[in-house]
């Protein structure tokens, strides 16, 4: 298709130059009645302004587990929560 538009003339391109044309103008006209009726987006600063900060949750303590040693493998209870009478270490 490419091929064939190249090999038109001047007066052949014209009327479809001239309906592509007419399309982009009713297309702007379009867009811009669309963007004028549309709610605009609040600017990025009243957003800011407009949430409120939740305060912040206490972090809770994480239970020490204990180190295993290099060369002795872990069992269940250290893999997940550790109590603290534990004796796999």
């Given at each position: 298709?490419?091929?064939?538009w ?5 007066k ?10 007419k ?5 702007l ?5 669309y ?18 900060k939740?305060?912040k949750?206490?972090?809770?303590e994480?239970?020490?587990?204990k180190?295993v040693?290099k060369?002795k493998k872990a069992?269940k209870c250290c893999?997940?929560?550790c109590?603290k009478?534990?004796t796999?270490?």
């Open positions: 298709m490419t091929e064939e190249k090999k038109f003339t001047e052949e391109k014209e009327p479809f130059e001239k309906t592509a044309a399309e982009k103008e009713r297309y006209k379009e867009k811009k009645a963007e004028e009726k549309k709610p605009k987006a609040p600017k990025v600063e009243e957003k800011k302004e407009k949430k409120e939740k305060p949750k206490e972090k809770k994480k239970k020490k587990v180190k040693k060369g069992k893999t997940k929560k109590a009478s534990c796999c270490a």
